[in-house]
């Protein structure tokens, strides 16, 4: 009897234990969240940090053109820009370029997330704040002018409560839209919006969720701004013509009047009857002309493009729909380039053979082909058509079709620039001292070269690949004139041959003459890092391409080179 009254009291003692050390637990853990609280408590100040505007990367329209192989590389401007023509009178063609801003999308700094450009907001320009609780309810607005944020009254908020942040501008330094509200009695995020926006507002929208601000210090809050309209800035170029730009009435569309923006997303519900965006150019009387950039408000894949009054010297064109079935993508920043091309032809430029396609002038033969000396056929291929080999950004060949070895001027170990041949950008190239092209000739860019393959039909003479056949070529026939033709002979290349993994060192012994007969390759000026942009035409199609494996090894091949004139 006395054991079992022992062990039920020793029982009772471990009972009673456990509940006392759960209860202290219990007080330390809420003591430790208290004290978290308490710091994290107080009043809290919040300060904007505006790191900039952004703009948003384009979608693919689908309508590139020029096919790309399956596995293959290309840039994403490439991909990404969109192309078409129309006539313009019996002597000219007009070619539109629309391509985004930047090759590369960029990362915003604050946002983490692509963009094609983020750049600064010009000082004077006002933008709104908009507080809301964590469950949505509003709290508070600030109204800040990039520049003299310090102007604007303090904004406080409650220490260790999460937050959400909008914040809002439409490009102004005198304009900011009030927010509606749909309920004025119970404020919330979801019924918060901007009502009746202009089609012309350069809209910009940053929302920010849960973020928890500390009390008694100073809270930063990066704010990117992202633009929701489409921004177009449009080049017309009429130099060919060697007249000046008069008169320049054009319009993109469609584009909607208005837009109604909801707080809690930012994206602008286009309002109105659609109509047309008016192109603005502020200076005429020039072989060149650049508008101010146009805001298109409209998310469409069958935008137009319309001349409604163009004067070009002697030239008029009125009611044309120059480019049809464009892709604009809200938010997304593009250059819209238009340019007169006189008719293709044969010609002599600067003491060369040339012909004239898609507005560019091309030698119509490789570089250092003995059939320049001898003034034979362009479009009869023989060896002496094939010309000298050269490596990236190299000014000497360093062999010649039927060489067996590289010659001296053979790079082993030295890695050119990316700049090595243009100094300038693809748009505008500037030839540089290494270029080995004649004086008034260059290497071409990624974009010229596409261009050829664009403006042209490609067509193989008889193609037999082995290496001893001197004859197999690519025909490009001019889509405008059937009689106007250029010739590429399937020289092959010359490859090193990596000695061992991660040395890059390519002694002459080293290299392997390979693939004449089987493909043809030819330089451009363009590289991303290592990933060299070339011509390759082939028996079953013409790229504009690159290896896209960012292998040192590219910049030291050797291909030969196709003039085109500066």
Request: hydrophobic letters at 35%; aromatic letters at 10%; charged letters at 15%.
């Amino acid at each position: 009897m006395k054991r079992k009254m022992f062990t039920y009291k020793m029982s009772h003692t471990v009972k009673v234990s456990a509940v006392l050390f759960s209860i202290l637990f219990a007080a330390g853990s809420c003591r430790t969240n208290d004290e978290e609280r308490i710091g994290l408590g107080g009043a809290a100040t919040v300060k904007v940090n505006l790191l900039g505007e952004s703009f948003g990367a384009p979608k693919n329209s689908g309508k590139k053109q020029g096919a790309v192989a399956m596995g293959e590389r290309v840039g994403m401007q490439q991909e990404l820009t969109q192309y078409d023509e129309a006539r313009f009178n019996a002597d000219y063609t007009l070619v539109a370029e629309l391509s985004p801003v930047s090759v590369e999308p960029a990362l915003a700094k604050a946002s983490k997330r692509a963009s094609t450009e983020t750049q600064d907001l010009n000082p004077g320009i006002r933008y709104k704040l908009v507080i809301y609780k964590a469950s949505g309810e509003y709290v508070t607005e600030r109204d800040y002018v990039r520049g003299s944020e310090a102007s604007a009254a303090e904004l406080k908020l409650d220490g260790g409560q999460n937050y959400t942040f909008v914040a809002y501008s439409i490009g102004s330094p005198t304009d900011l839209p009030a927010i509606t509200f749909a309920d004025a009695q119970a404020k919330t995020l979801a019924t918060s919006s901007l009502s009746a926006l202009q089609g012309t507002a350069d809209f910009s929208y940053f929302r920010k969720d849960n973020m928890l601000v500390e009390g008694n210090t100073v809270n930063l809050l990066d704010i990117v701004l992202d633009h929701k309209f489409s921004s177009i800035t449009t080049t017309i170029d009429a130099t060919a013509t060697g007249y000046n730009i008069t008169a320049a009435d054009a319009n993109l569309a469609p584009h909607f009047p208005t837009a109604t923006v909801q707080l809690a997303d930012g994206i602008p519900l286009s309002s109105g009857q659609p109509g047309a965006a008016a192109i603005s150019f502020p200076t005429l009387n020039q072989a060149m002309v650049t508008s101010t950039p146009t805001l298109v408000n409209a998310s469409t894949n069958t935008g137009t493009l319309n001349l409604s009054n163009f004067v070009i010297g002697p030239l008029t064109q009125s009611n044309q729909v120059a480019f049809s079935n464009l892709n604009f993508t809200p938010g997304a920043k593009y250059k819209l380039s238009l340019r007169l091309n006189p008719k293709d032809a044969y010609l002599d430029h600067n003491g060369q053979k040339a012909v004239r396609i898609n507005g560019l002038v091309w030698m119509r033969y490789n570089l250092g082909a003995p059939a320049i000396q001898t003034n034979a056929d362009p479009d009869v291929i023989t060896n002496n058509s094939f010309g000298d080999y050269y490596q990236f950004g190299g000014k000497d060949p360093v062999a010649s079709v039927l060489s067996t070895s590289v010659n001296a001027n053979w790079n082993a170990s030295t890695v050119r620039p990316d700049n090595a041949w243009n100094s300038g950008t693809e748009m505008a190239p500037v030839k540089t001292a290494n270029d080995p092209c004649p004086s008034g000739f260059r290497i071409p860019t990624r974009r010229e070269a596409q261009l050829l393959v664009d403006g042209t039909v490609a067509s193989n003479l008889p193609w037999f690949p082995f290496p001893a056949n001197y004859t197999d070529s690519k025909t490009l026939t001019s889509k405008r004139n059937k009689s106007v033709k250029m010739t590429l002979p399937a020289t092959g290349d010359i490859t090193p041959k990596l000695i061992s993994a991660g040395v890059y060192n390519f002694p002459p012994a080293s290299v392997i003459f390979g693939n004449r007969g089987r493909y043809g390759f030819y330089h451009t000026s363009y590289t991303e890092q290592n990933n060299t942009y070339h011509i390759r035409a082939s028996t079953s199609d013409i790229l504009v391409r690159t290896e896209g494996n960012n292998d040192l090894i590219n910049k030291f091949k050797a291909y030969p080179i196709r003039c085109v004139a500066e």
